[in-house]
């Protein structure tokens, strides 16, 4: 609790009232929000929620929300939630339904996954899941123990492209997972006697205020800048982050890895690295110097558009800066060759010798709680039900055994051809597939309507729901469901306080329609009961607690160790070390290097690019990258809410002052982005944020107000939806990795008279569906 603050307002009980209104101290970290899973304090009246602040007595975020989650009041009031289960009337995209009990649509799902696995086998199909929070393992778990299928897929999204790329090149090099530490690993925080801060935050390609991506609440690195730590910042754009940095790299989308090995050659030939740490704990680093000595600041120049000088400059200050601790993100996933990319970064931090350490980049064992909970549920089932999975010894490292989910790409073949077998039904819980997940958008909705039964569970009505499904069940809100929450620590409870008609969290829709399928491997009655045995087998973040104790503590943090390399704590032999083969941090990666793949860090031009695409590049001239996080919206979620959308109420591109004028395109005006996939209409953003010769585009976009008939738009799922212009299918052959942030595209102004009318539409926030028995 922050110092002066008063014990009688914000108490101590997990639950207390205040007169006629209850408090209950909780977790958010189910849609609609974001990654991080904030602690909160619900306030409810009469059974419904009026009021939510963030709890001043966390260390997580100490009573910090942003908009998204401030605005919980209005999402979970909101009239147009599902709160029954639906059932189609009519063909896909009349969007009309009508309403049925939770036990009715349990029993059509059950019978028509039983008809799908008497005659074609349970591979045949296919469970969807979406970005990842509290809502990621319980489809899963459902898939292998309850369908038995191997084919969980992150909802479409091509090569696994979410964090997964990195987390492989992780465990490859290190041998497990690592964060930037920046005091939440302890509830003592910066008072914490073992912990300091970072001397420099190496913020690469990661915009963590708006984003607060991978459990990686953003404020943690403003809280270090409070005390002193200076920012190092890669990114295409300005961003407040790079706004306050020492050093600032903007560089052409998809050519991090080009940049990073650029530094790394300035690092090693002018001996500007932790020489110490690096000889006696990293292996290959000959052949990483060997690699990098090609990649001369002036090669790095003209391949990046980052100036030489400013490559020179960006490694002499991490040469002397001290503790390093790296903050990276998403778009180093997003570009086909993002393995490469990934050891590519990894490397100059490993380079500061700043691994394990306090305010470095840190080993933690306990990052997927959610992980652990999915092995106990299905552990009775044996490698067989992985037997068949799409994608699996057709990518590199998926042939020798890495990969969290079947891939979308091959899915999405398997829906078109029918081969190597047939999907014949799909369950997507919390995924807008072809509008947030999917390239190709207009692709994965027409291999949708190929499948014959799709259940989609979710919160509104979505185009993926309106479009694709002949079930919708129900999904509850945060504050309407129990659960337990980790990513990376502490260990947090979500305590379910309101029912909201018939929904259900993730969890009680696993449990009671995985008792339906297979009995045998859901045996607990309640979600309390699951939760109490799910805290019993934690083998990742072993604790001597109960889930009631949880619940009424709302978090836990284990105790962290630095240096687990020298004690044996890293590896499973419990040898002092890393672990990997060699027991060291390998810049030279044995394991990619058995399976077949470039063993070193490396760079490779995005397949569209001027330079790997020059002639396409004279129609579409425009390096386009997408996926800008915005305060308001979180992917393709809020976009019901008027008080998200009276802040941002379109789709917004970003150009350069200059090719605007060039273009004559005037701030507000709305143009079209066209390339060789599709065509789309966004508003301009015209800045000098963006480098001159890009475009970065927004994600996620529909919208509820308009009609969600298929004849009249689907929500305008296809009208400024930038996955229209992004592929499918194209990865390197590790597997993994896309090329959504590297795109070539042309831009021009949307002539008077088509352009949509008006600043705001009067009916927004109205979610158009028909309930035809309502």
């Known amino acids: ?23 209950t101290r909780s977790c958010q970290w189910s849609g609609p929000g974001c990654h991080q899973g904030c602690n909160v304090l619900f306030y409810t009246k009469d ?19 942003c908009m998204r989650c401030l605005a919980m009041v209005e999402a979970v009031n909101h009239p147009d939630r599902i709160l029954h289960p639906l059932r189609r009337v009519g063909e896909r995209g009349e969007n009309m339904w009508e309403e049925i009990t939770m036990d ?30 509290n809502a990621t393992w319980q489809t899963s778990s459902l898939a292998f123990a309850g369908f038995q299928t191997p084919n969980d897929t992150a909802g479409m999204l091509s090569g696994d492209c979410c964090y997964t790329p990195r987390l492989q090149a992780m465990n490859a090099i290190f041998g497990s997972d690592f964060i930037a530490d920046c005091a939440q690993l302890s509830a003592e925080r910066f008072d914490d006697p073992e912990y300091r801060r970072p001397d420099v935050v190496l913020n690469w390609a990661c915009n963590p205020v708006v984003s607060n991506a991978d459990g990686f609440f953003g404020h943690w690195i403003v809280d270090c800048m409070q005390h002193g730590t200076k920012l190092f910042v890669v990114d295409t754009r300005v961003t407040w982050m790079a706004a306050h940095a020492d050093i600032f790299l903007q560089l052409r989308p998809g050519t991090d890895a080009a940049v990073a090995l650029g530094i790394c050659h300035v690092m090693l030939e002018e001996d500007l690295y932790d020489k110490e740490f690096c000889d006696r704990w990293v292996y290959g680093m000959e052949a990483l110097a060997e690699r990098a000595a090609a990649y001369t600041p ?18 002499r200050y991490l040469g002397s800066a001290g503790t390093v601790a790296l903050q990276w993100g998403l778009p180093l996933d997003q570009t086909k060759w993002a393995v490469g990319a990934s050891l590519a ?23 997927h709680v959610q992980s652990d909970i999915r092995e106990n549920i299905c552990k009775g089932m044996g490698k067989q039900v992985r037997e068949g999975r799409l994608g699996d010894g057709k990518y590199a490292l998926r042939t020798v055994g890495f990969g969290p989910h079947s891939m979308g790409d091959d899915i999405l073949l398997a829906m078109e051809t029918g081969e190597p077998y047939p999907i014949k039904m799909g369950f997507l819980c919390s995924t807008n597939s072809f509008i947030n997940m999917a390239g190709e958008s207009k692709r994965v909705y027409e291999a949708w309507q190929k499948v014959p039964f799709v259940v989609v569970c979710d919160l509104f009505m979505t185009p993926t729901a309106a479009g694709c499904a002949d079930i919708v069940l129900p999904i509850a809100m945060g504050c309407e469901r129990w659960g337990i929450r980790a990513w990376f620590t502490p260990l947090r409870a979500i305590n379910k306080i309101l029912q909201a008609g018939d929904a259900r969290g993730d969890e009680q829709i696993m449990l009671e329609l995985g008792q339906i399928l297979n009995p045998d491997m859901f045996f ?12 019993k087998n934690l083998s990742s973040m072993p604790f001597d607690i109960t889930w009631e104790e949880l619940q009424e503590k709302t978090l836990v943090y284990p105790k962290f160790q630095y240096r687990k390399y020298e004690t044996g704590d890293m590896r499973f032999d419990k040898q002092p070390g890393f672990n990997t083969t060699t027991g060291r941090i390998e810049l030279y990666c044995t394991m990619y290097d058995s399976a077949g793949i470039d063993p070193l860090p490396s760079f490779k031009e995005p397949t569209c690019s001027p330079v790997s695409a020059p002639e396409e590049a004279k129609e579409y001239p425009f390096v386009l990258t997408t996926g800008r996080r915005s305060w308001e919206f979180f992917h393709s979620e809020h976009r019901q809410l008027k008080s998200m959308r009276e802040f941002h109420p379109w789709p917004l591109c970003e150009i350069n002052t200059q090719d605007a004028e060039a273009l004559g395109i005037r701030d507000g005006d709305w143009v079209y982005l066209e390339n060789q996939w599709g065509k789309i209409m966004q508003k301009a953003e015209v800045s000098d944020a963006i480098l001159r010769g890009t475009i970065m585009a927004e994600h996620g976009w529909w919208f509820p107000e308009r009609s969600g008939k298929l004849e009249d738009g689907l ?45 705001m ?10 309930v035809v028995n309502r």
Request: hydrophobic residues 35%.
């Open 761 to 770: 539409p009067e009916n927004i926030g109205r979610n158009q569906f028909e």
């Open 345 to 367: 970064v990894a490397a100059v931090e490993v380079l500061t010798g700043s691994i394990d350490v306090p305010g470095g980049f840190v080993n933690v064992k306990y990052g």
């Open 715 to 759: 929500y305008g799922a296809f009208d400024s939806n930038i996955n229209c212009l992004t592929i499918q299918n194209d990865m390197a052959t590790a597997g993994y990795g896309s090329s959504y942030k590297t795109q070539i595209c042309k831009v021009y102004k949307v002539e008077d008279g088509t352009e949509p009318k008006g600043d």
């Open 104 to 133: 009715e649509a349990y029993a059509i799902i059950a019978e028509k996954a039983r008809e799908v696995t008497e005659e074609y086998g349970p591979k045949s199909i296919v469970t969807g899941i979406g970005t990842g929070r």
């Open 47 to 65: 059974d419904k929620l009026v009021k939510i602040e963030g709890d001043p007595r966390s260390p997580v975020n100490e009573g910090r929300l």
């Open 524 to 535: 607990w009655d309640t979600v309390p009961e699951m939760n109490e045995y799910v805290m």
């Open 298 to 315: 002036e090669v790095v120049e003209k391949i990046s558009w980052v100036p030489a000088e400013k490559i020179v400059e960006a490694a």
């Open 1 to 23: 609790m922050r110092k002066g603050m008063n014990p009688d307002l914000y108490r101590e009980e997990w639950q207390w009232q205040e007169g006629d209104v209850t408090v």
